[in-house]
Nanobody, 119 residues
């Protein structure tokens, strides 16, 4: 059974930093893409960042480019999202997701972790 478990969310002040972690288990993700998404109250879920498990090539939403960094630790089967220079508009529930092998469809999702940035 595939599990994605996020951690690291919390309350931080405007301009602060947080690092989210996503521990993956239940199958091999060597040909998958791992992504972070977020959903703010009253808004649709949006893409934040993604990384190819093997090539480690990252991609980012324009709204977080230059502030967030996605990375992965193959040995620990864990994906990270380092969030710097946080803004109140970054407040949302952040979700980790994984695609099927060699796919763009995000099949697996974590339960989410709350990030709140106070002004």
């Amino acid at each position: 059974q595939v599990q994605l478990v996020e951690s690291g969310g919390g309350l931080v002040q405007d301009g602060g930093s947080l690092r989210l972690s996503c521990a993956a288990s239940g199958r091999t993700f060597s040909r998958s893409t791992m992504g972070w998404f977020r959903q703010a109250p009253g808004k649709e879920r949006e893409f934040v960042a993604a990384i190819n498990w093997i090539r480690a090539s990252p991609s980012y939403a324009d709204s977080v480019k230059g502030r967030f960094i996605i990375s992965r630790d193959v040995a620990k089967n864990t994906v990270y999202l380092q969030m710097n220079s946080l803004k109140p508009e970054d407040t949302a529930v952040y979700y980790c997701a994984a695609t099927l092998p060699i796919s763009t469809v995000y099949q697996y999702w974590g339960q989410g972790t709350q990030v709140t940035v106070s002004s």
